[in-house]
């Protein structure tokens, strides 16, 4: 059943990023030489007593406020072809109406630079967004906030210890240059980004809380443990004794210690209640407070961690199956309030579940990617094979729960299943090409991607509906993301022609090209801070108590325009098998997509929206790219052969 419409709207600000609040990778990189050797942006400077990490990001610009008059034409522009021509004059009206001199957009425009040319703010959007998009966010975190990474296969370590022990070691030597603000920045176009969101990666955890949860951030140098999962019984591991930190073998022991420790009997599903509404989760956190003095030390022990591993019991198989075992399990091996949770299954598969309140992808994408590098490239340093001897064993942190607790666990599972089984989870691994094609095509992989999307949902529907695109907004001081409006009077065109048999390939082309390059300058202008939907979204929060609410705001294809049916991201990597999130509206798909060097990877999420047919259609689409571009690159190649036969006649003459 379709949620209420404030209900669905604040569910769409939460996953405007979506995880998905994803950044587009194409713009994002930390290629230290090649950034070093580039000019910053103006004003740019380094401070070496904050860091290497952080020796930018006092000179970050503030996330700027767009003019209104451009969002205003954005805006319209963006509603065309989503509206039909009597709800678009309506809507122009409307705009008009905001926008002219002296009127209601002018009123609020000014109170929305007067509060970012406020010396005390450093971002005018970020808290409203943290509070807004997240934290005063009800709904369970696992399914609609949270995202995950499947690892590729690690040959060499088959048993879930071992890969446990690799994956550990490697995830710590990224926590110290975090801890030490060794990690060397990264960059967009040259310039340095900001890096101030990893201060919520380790040894951090969301708090539930009445009305709106809030993050913890605990001492690393005071909490220097993991918690691992196995069983639903909980244990704490220390990953530094005397000093120095455990090595690989060391750890493969402890692991292997509390695979024995916690035997074949699974024990009532405490950390089940972290999957639960958030109202609810408060009122059961109370409950489990109040069944025993000593639980309180239990939980934030885990809540301060450095991370969290579990060690599940299930043989994933499939990437579907993988899929929905890092995403969200079996509701209760885990702790979904922890940003950093990793999971190895008993046949030696891993990957990855973020929690998404306080941190948008690109952190963890960087952390995964370069650990799982770091492990199939044989970089890492495991440290001495043989373990120490005396050792502290794990410590079981054993929760003490009452008939009440019992009945509140019974519940979040009942809970758990049901939104479980209104999800439907489809992969396409589609091997017939990837960036390295694209490439030649001559186009940008996350714009040639986000066309196979649209036109796969063309087939599929015969229309092109509201889709989001998150682009990093990290050029500037806690930057987080923006909204590429991914659907234009260009990719209509382009999509129409596709599926008209009298359109010739030329003229199929000639569109695409006009249709991507559209993408591409919406996907600068978004990560330059100009995209449409975060202004708007500031200008509303500004209304006082007792104003009217503009004609803008109440016109119905303000909320039917971001009614996101689609909800994408790219996040790609050569060592992920895959990754994704859940749909954003009841009505929609989430879809994630990785293009890598000779594949593209898509997930599909919806409530039982015929996955298995989207699934289809984006294969067909892709198919049907390869082939229009593959002309195109045929003719230019047979130019290229005449060309170079000319000119050695030429020669021998």
Not at 351 to 361: P, T
Request: aromatic share 10%; hydrophobic share 35%; net charge neutral.
């Amino acid at each position: 059943m379709l949620r209420s419409l404030n209900k669905t709207r604040h569910h769409l600000q939460l996953h405007q990023l979506k995880l998905q609040n994803m950044s587009t990778l194409n713009l994002v990189r930390h290629n230290t030489a090649a950034a070093a050797a580039s000019k910053w942006a103006p004003g740019i400077k380094e401070d070496n007593s904050k860091g290497a990490m952080l020796r930018f990001e006092e000179s970050l610009p503030t996330l700027p406020v767009p003019k209104l008059a451009e969002t205003a034409a954005k805006y319209l522009k963006s509603l065309h072809p989503i509206l039909s021509e009597e709800e678009f004059k309506k809507s122009e009206a409307a705009i008009r109406e905001f926008v002219k001199p002296g009127g209601e957009g002018e009123k609020l425009q000014k109170r929305l630079v007067q509060r970012a040319q406020d010396p005390t703010c450093e971002n005018w959007l970020a808290e409203w967004w943290d509070s807004g998009a997240y934290m005063a966010y009800r709904d369970p975190v696992v399914f609609f906030v949270s995202y995950f990474y499947a690892h590729k296969d690690d040959r060499l370590r088959r048993d879930p210890a071992k890969r446990a022990a690799a994956l550990t070691t490697g995830v710590l030597e990224f926590k110290k240059q975090v801890d030490e603000k060794t990690l060397e920045p990264e960059y967009m176009k040259g310039s340095p980004i900001a890096m101030s969101s990893y201060k919520w990666a380790f040894n951090a955890c969301r708090i539930p809380a009445e009305g709106e949860d809030y993050s913890e951030k605990y001492d690393f140098k005071e909490h220097k443990h993991i918690v691992v999962v196995r069983k639903n019984k909980f244990f704490k591991v220390l990953h530094e004794v005397d000093g120095k930190q455990l090595s690989a073998a060391e750890l493969e022991a402890q692991f292997k210690l509390i695979y024995e420790m916690a035997g074949t009997e699974r024990a009532p599903a405490i950390g089940a209640l972290t999957s639960d509404y958030r109202d609810n989760w408060v009122k059961s956190r109370s409950a489990l407070l109040s069944a025993s003095p000593d639980n309180a030390s239990l939980i934030q022990q885990i809540e301060a961690a450095s991370f969290v591993v579990s060690l599940d019991d299930q043989t994933p198989v499939t990437l579907e199956e993988q899929a929905r075992q890092y995403w969200h399990g079996d509701g209760a091996n885990r702790w979904y309030d922890k940003p950093l949770h990793f999971v190895v299954c008993e046949n030696g598969k891993s990957g990855f579940l973020g929690e998404h309140s306080m941190m948008d992808g690109t952190p963890t994408w960087r952390m995964n990617d370069w650990v799982c590098r770091q492990i199939a490239e044989n970089k890492l340093d495991y440290g001495n094979p043989t373990p120490r001897t005396g050792l502290p064993k794990p410590k079981e942190l054993k929760f003490a729960i009452n008939d009440e607790v019992k009945e509140k666990i019974k519940s979040a599972e009942a809970t758990f299943e049901k939104i479980k089984s209104e999800h439907d989870l489809r992969v396409l691994n589609y091997q017939g090409y990837g960036k390295n094609l694209i490439k030649k095509f001559k186009c940008s992989p996350d714009a040639f991607a986000q066309m196979v999307i649209q036109l796969g949902y063309y087939k599929m529907y015969g229309v092109n509906k509201p889709t989001y695109e998150s682009a990093a907004t990290r050029a500037y001081k806690l930057g987080r993301t923006e909204t590429i409006r991914t659907v234009t009077d260009d990719v209509v065109a382009w999509c129409r022609a596709m599926e008209d048999s009298n359109a010739s390939v030329e003229k199929k082309i000639e569109l695409f090209r006009k249709a991507a390059a559209t993408h591409v300058r919406l996907t600068v202008e978004a990560s330059a801070g100009q995209g449409v939907d975060r202004h708007l979204y500031g200008l509303k929060k500004l209304l006082k108590e007792g104003e009217d609410t503009p004609a803008i705001f109440q016109d119905p294809a303000y909320s039917h325009s971001s009614h996101w049916f689609l909800s994408t991201s790219q996040l790609s990597s050569e060592y992920f098998a895959g990754y994704g999130w859940g749909e954003v509206v009841s009505d929609g798909y989430g879809i994630a997509y990785m293009v890598n060097g000779d594949s593209l990877n898509f997930n599909i999420v919806s409530k039982h929206l015929q996955n298995e047919k989207m699934w289809y259609y984006l294969r067909e689409a892709a198919d049907d790219l390869k082939e229009m571009l593959g002309v195109e690159l045929r003719e230019g190649e047979k130019a290229k052969v005449v060309k170079s036969g000319e000119a050695e006649v030429k020669m021998k003459v």
